[in-house]
T-cell receptor
């Protein structure tokens, strides 16, 4: 079957670093996406990984291990505006996205 | 630049009524998608279209229909609404529907079926 797992909620402190993990089981895996979704708003694209390794983009980095079916999103120098849900999605053999339920990140001052 | 627009923003609907959710994009993207988002669940694909004139079923298509008469518009119709269709509905589009395509989302429609 196809499945995405990520923690329901995480809490971190402003200025700190947080890592949000995602494990997946996807038939014909074609890539892994991370999206950010603020409460009441639409998801917005953060990152895409298809090869093993780390992709860095400013304060955000995303890592993929295809052999382990594992990805993480790393957020550095946390800001209050980073309080949001972070959605992990794997792309299947038909290029459709299978979405996790999202991780709600709460940032405390 | 509008991107993707959805209408209405929110709607309360009596069970059994017919409802069409509208979605329009001005990015000339080939692929379009309809998702529903429910608390505690991931986005679930209802229907998709890889190009104008073609549509396909997603994970949860029952009770919904779509059409893709042109590149810009992708309406979603609930033929006879039921309370379990209460959800937030997102329309999305991507340039080609393949590979590293990013999906761009509309603002969503919050639908309540009573």
């Amino acid at each position: 079957g196809q499945n995405i797992d990520q923690p329901t909620e995480m809490t971190a402190t402003e200025g700190a670093i947080v890592q949000i993990n995602c494990t997946y089981q996807t038939s014909g895996f074609n890539g892994l996406f991370w999206y950010q979704q603020h409460a009441g708003e639409a998801p917005t694209f953060l990152s895409y990984n298809v090869l093993d390794g780390l992709e860095e983009k400013g304060r955000f980095s995303s890592f993929l291990s295809r052999s382990k079916g594992y990805s993480y999103l790393l957020l550095k120098e946390l800001q209050m505006k980073d309080s949001a849900s972070y959605l992990c999605a794997s792309q299947d053999s038909n290029y459709q996205l299978i979405w996790g339920a999202g991780t709600k990140l709460i940032i405390k001052p | 630049i509008a991107g993707i627009t959805q209408a209405p923003t929110s709607q309360i609907l009596a069970a059994g009524r017919r409802m069409t959710l509208r979605c329009t994009q001005d990015m000339r993207h080939n692929a379009m998608y309809w998702y529903r988002q429910d608390l505690g669940l991931g986005l679930r694909l209802i229907h998709y279209s890889n190009t104008a004139g073609t549509t396909g079923k997603g994970e949860v298509p029952d009770g919904y229909s779509v059409s893709r008469a042109n590149t810009d518009d992708f309406p979603l119709t609930l033929a006879s609404a039921v309370p379990s269709q209460t959800s937030v509905y997102f329309c999305a589009s991507s340039p080609h529907g393949t590979g590293s395509d990013t999906q761009y989302f509309g603002p969503g429609t919050r639908l309540t079926v009573l």
